[in-house]
């Protein structure tokens, strides 16, 4: 059985049922699939829809791509 | 208690040294306002009163990741600047740092200002708390963007690289405590 410390709260659901006003929700991650751990390590992430890397500026075009 | 690895988190091999402009301009991320250290300090400190056994472990795992980071940040300021000759330092109007420290690390920004306790805060009141730890994911995923910027050493970037998704990493992390703690304290006014 999974431990449950404060029962009625889990399973977290992805975005919250009732969404309030004043409060600030990311959504709760839940697996669905993993890079090879060689590529996790260069990537800095395990999981791809949190791989979300830096578009560099280009200098010669003062800032736009 | 922590267990040492004799490594880094992730390898370092700065391309192109020495180069104490550079090393100067990531010493931020060592001793400034949304540097690793500001970060591990932050959320070690913060970990006694947050509520939620998965906020507590979280704070902890990540204050102690922020550490290896400041490993990673050291070592690539160390590999700029220990071939550096005073010519170097003179060559790019550092002659002043040269004069402090020599080649000596200090916990400060880059531009000298020491690093002062004043950069974090701790307010007891974990959606506070879990807000400023998000807050600073995302100043510190700032501010390696501007980092990657002012440099084309690709050993310097590749590491940059990584150090800003883990940012990106921690602070959806951050977002999942918030939504735990949110759930933990509305489930306390209904029992």
């Known amino acids: 059985m999974m431990h449950t410390p404060y029962p009625g709260i889990y399973p977290i659901p992805f975005m919250p049922m009732y969404v309030m006003m004043a409060r600030a929700y990311v959504p709760y991650q839940t697996y669905i699939q993993a890079y090879p751990l060689t590529e996790a390590i260069q990537k800095g992430t395990l999981f791809p829809e949190l791989y979300q890397p830096y578009i560099e500026k280009d200098p010669h075009w003062k800032g736009e791509k | ?118 950069y974090i805060q701790a307010h007891s009141d974990p959606i506070t708390d879990l807000h400023e730890d998000m807050a600073a994911e995302q100043k510190a995923r700032a501010v390696y963007e501007h980092l990657l910027n002012l440099t084309d050493d690709p050993g310097v970037k590749d590491a940059l690289r990584f150090l800003r998704e883990r940012e990106v990493v921690h602070f959806q992390r951050f977002g999942e405590a918030l939504r735990i703690v949110q759930e933990y304290i509305d489930a306390k006014k209904i029992y």
């Open chain 2, 1 to 118: 208690m922590w267990i040492y690895e004799k490594k880094l988190q992730y390898p370092v091999r700065v391309t192109c040294g020495p180069n104490p402009k550079l090393a100067q301009y990531l010493l931020t991320q060592y001793g400034g306002p949304d540097g690793e250290l500001s970060a591990a300090l932050r959320y070690l400190n913060q970990r006694y009163t947050i509520p939620t056994n998965e906020a507590k472990g979280l704070l902890t795992d990540i204050g102690t990741e922020e550490l290896a980071h400041v490993e990673i940040i050291t070592t690539m300021i160390y590999q700029l600047t220990k071939d550096a000759t005073v010519e170097d330092y003179e060559a790019v109007d550092m002659g002043s740092f040269y004069a402090i420290r020599d080649k000596a690390l200090f916990y400060s920004d880059s531009n000298g200002v020491p690093w002062t306790a004043t």
